[in-house]
């Protein structure tokens, strides 16, 4: 054994009196190479502690063993939000399972070249994506290079590429529902981003429920804002100004939900025995807040594990899969 140092490939392949090519094939475990020959090679490799120059094989094999976070923001505005954060949780845990390391990359909205770039420099091997924060045209893209991508909150069913979905107008639906069953006569609708498609389901949801319970619907008590606790604050002062009778609201995030609980009670009213409030998401902080949220769960953590399992899954073998994710009433004091 040479005490010469082993920092390469050609320094195992000197050792082990074999080509370059035998030692890569060895220390990726390809089966062209004969199970002893691959076994005396990586006992070498671990004798030396010598590790594969991964950014040096990621451009040689255009694979990165990375998935990219694709993520923009709304009007040049970035909104904190909880369930996104428990969504990343669950992915990464799920990725590192995989041997898959996360990428977060910030794109604009407008710009239809970033899925070319990180695919043809080998920074990723597939994209997870929110349909809170990408484009139509986002998704549109990606189909037609053929990436591999993973989308949540999505329209449920099949779809020819991966996707997990939340139930939006059954959460709408059964918030509301709650709200009216415990005696609000008045209920409002506090949404997130008018346009999208999570926002329009869960109005949907808040609709029928008034309607089965044979409510007149009042544009008066709907407002919309931007997921962020300021827009809840504000916009729940704007429910209260334009309904002072309002007594019940379903507000479309928890961070919303919580800042609109401060807005009631800067007001000089009580949450829940002048307005009763429920949230969505049910992120962690929620059975915290004051008085603990009564929201709409539809695991965060759950989610992403599945948006990169699902992903893995068609990067490995080209197949595509579909979940869906039920939404279930939490009930805590806000409501």
Known sequence: MTGRPVHTIADIARIAGVSKSTVSRALNDSALIGAETRERIQAI???????????????STKQSNAVAFVTYSYKRVIVP?????????????????TGYDLLVVHVDPD???WPRLYLESGRADGFILMQATCTERHVEVLREAGAPFSLWGGPPGAHPYCSVAGDSFTGGRVATAHLVSRGCERVGFLGGFEAEREVQERY??????????????DPDLVVYGDYSAASGSARMRDLLERAPDLDGVFVN????????????RAEGRSVPDDVAVVGYDDVAAAQYSNPPLTTISQNGPLAGKLLAQSLVQAIRTGVVSNHAIPAELVVRSSA
């Open 111 to 113: 710009d239809v070249e």
């Open 253 to 264: 995030s928890d961070v919303m939900a919580v800042a609109a609980m401060d807005a009631i």
């Open 204 to 217: 949907a949801g808040y609709e029928a429920a008034l309607k089965a319970a044979g409510r007149e619907i």
């Open 45 to 59: 490799a671990a004798e030396h502690r010598f590790q594969l120059n991964v950014p040096a094989r990621s451009l």
């Open 81 to 97: 939000d909880g369930f996104f954060l428990e969504v990343m949780s669950g992915m990464t845990g799920a990725l590192y399972d």
